[in-house]
């Protein structure tokens, strides 16, 4: 290594080697010697040349420009001409071309665009799956001026093995491009890696027997991983956190209306998901609704990824934690880690009620939207969200075409939709000065307002901004938390407590037991509760009827011990069904406080209570708070009537007797025996109100 002159801005250049050696030398590691010059003497020397007083000369330093992104697209064009194909040794340019239909499903405008294009399809499949198998087949652009077919695009075309309805292909193709808009989203949110699942079209060999259809997707050369199932499958050798926390994170930010799943592909480019909705009714067959959920959540351990993304840990027994240390060892073996900042999940700002498909569409407009207001300047997105300016780059040239950035915002058909995201408010008044405001954003996304159209004042819009941002979290606790915030009802509603009822039946049938022995009972329980925390009425009913130790059809071979904390909590859970609309825990209640029978030692006999109850059984014939009425009529109405009738003329615990309202319940009690079609008991009943007339009558000459 030889000393080379160094340069001093504004200063002359200076050679260390013409300096004589001070205190030795030493030879450097390729032999050479090495000059070691005192500070001292080299100001000495130079001293004249350090004096100077000429203006120091700024250091240029030329940064590299990024590419724009029409150059990136040329560099990538021009480095996959250049490689060899894949499919040269299969000479598909020497079949015979084929003009098919293409259907391609446009997820923004929920439109289909139609066109014709030429393949070459082999004959014979290379690749079978569980359902389907795969051809190769070579497609040309539209646009390609070329006749060669050496440089045609590789193409896979998919077929079920087994006869299907026509539609389900179309369903496939919908379900795979709405999965494409949730790998953006995820990617929006700036995670470790990027993700993208590949475009997949419907084509029609119009010109075959039958009219065949394909799924048409393009070849991804690598190696083919699948990284979870739709049924809760995960594989250890090739447990990666990006896929998993994407499957977490569409639960949370769809509100736990749909979670992504069956992730497969090549690196993160993905293939063939499978979407399980909270209905369970979209897109095809392989939706399992929150059967799916559970399975997912079942073997799902919480990563760097997903608490980077302030996803929250779903509720597991400590059981099942421990049946998940292997899971998170690998995880934490993972290459993938998070660097820098990820943006928050939040759920979409819809009213709870929608559709899961509806969802999806929202999240795109949500986006949309977020964009104008960024070209415009005219909002902030909201702390935690992603900067509106983040855009999420196609991955091939049709995805360009395809892709909701392509469509002006105002001609979105979403915009004029928008009460089936949101509702109707009630109205109330407002200024001029936020009405010129609302009507000034109105018109800028071309709504039209009118007379009738339901307007919130900014304060209202704030309220409403912040309950909508609020976590929709895989966590319990935080669901009752936002349940009691909402003033919610005690029953019904909860997707996330569906999911744990799932989890538990999964158990009690031994789904994650290797033998029917090693159920894990105690993890079934737990789940049943969770359930009933957050108001699954069918939960609440079991966790009673299993703790007042009578008979319950969920976990029947599960029972707790008998005693009185035990009957207290049941009786508990009792009240929050009957305050639901069950008829059997209001009718539970009633009769225990009618006979003592049933109560902990906290509660005493009460026919004030009783009343109350037997009354609320009377009074419901509508539907409980999951919509469901239950018309077994072990106790009909007559023959509560009659009780309630026989308790107000005996009087006592804590009840003021009362004749003549006895006599009314009797007389009830008759009429309604005798449309039942029971004459004998009806004049039985007709009987005893006469004779608690006559006892008020008695009071009356009594008190004269």
Partial sequence: MSSQPISIPGKVKTNFNSLPPIAGSIDDEDGSMVNLVSLVDFILQNKDTLNTNEPPQPATIKQARTPPLKKKWKRAIK??????????????????????TRHRYHSTKQTWVIDEVNIKMATEAFAHGAMRECFRLKKKSNFAKSRDWKHAGNFVAKSYMETVDRQVYFQDVRLQMDAKIWGEEYSRHNPPKKVDICQMCVLEMKDRPGKPLFHLENFIEGEYTKYNSNSGFVRDEALRQTPQSFSHFTFERSGHKLIVVDIQGVGDLWTDPQIHTSTGTEYNEGNLGTRGFALFFATHACNEICRSLDLTQFDLHPTEF???????????????????????????????????????????????????????????????????????????????????????????????????????????????????????????????????????????????????????????????????????????????????????????????????????????????????????????????????????????????????????????????????????????LAKAYDTGNGLSSHRERDWTEATHWYQEVLENNNEDDEGTFDATMDDPPYTIQARLAEMYREGGFDLEASPTKAGDLYNEAAEGAMAAMKGRLSNKYFMLAEECYGECEEEEEEGE
């Fill in 79 to 100: 480095k996959s001409l250049s490689m060899d194909d894949p499919w040269a040794s299969f000479h598909l340019e020497d079949i015979k071309t084929e003009r098919a």
């Fill in 322 to 588: 421990r049946d998940h240390e292997k899971v998170v060892q690998l995880q934490r073996n993972s290459d993938t880690h998070v660097r820098g900042s990820t943006y928050h999940c939040t759920r979409a700002r819809t009213r709870p009620s929608i559709s899961p498909m509806d969802v999806t569409q929202f999240v795109i407009l949500e986006r949309q939207i977020s964009m104008s207001e960024s070209s415009t300047g005219s909002m902030s997105p909201p702390v935690g969200s992603p900067p509106p300016d983040f855009s999420f780059e196609p991955s091939s040239p049709d995805d360009i075409s395809m892709s909701p950035r392509d469509s002006h915002l105002s001609e979105s058909p979403m915009l004029t939709d928008l009460p089936r995201f949101f509702g109707n408010r009630r109205r109330r008044g407002v200024s001029e000065s936020d009405s010129d405001t609302l009507s000034r954003r109105a018109a800028s996304n071309n709504i039209q307002i009118t007379e009738d159209d339901d307007i919130m004042v900014p304060e209202d819009e704030r309220a409403a901004m912040f309950m909508n941002q609020q976590h929709k979290a895989s966590s319990v606790n935080q669901e009752m938390m936002m349940r009691a915030k909402l003033n919610h009802q005690k029953a019904g509603g909860s997707i996330l407590g569906q999911i744990h009822l799932d989890l538990a039946r999964y158990h009690e049938i031994g789904r994650f037991a290797e033998d029917e022995n090693d159920r894990n009972m105690d993890a079934a329980l737990y789940h049943l509760e969770q359930a009933a925390k957050c108001g699954v009425l069918e939960a609440i009913i079991g966790m009673a009827r299993m703790y007042v130790q009578l008979p319950h059809d969920v976990l029947e071979e599960m029972s707790v011990d008998d005693t009185d904390d035990n009957i207290a909590e049941g009786l508990e859970w009792m009240e929050i069904a009957a305050q639901a609309g069950d008829r059997a825990s209001l009718l539970y």
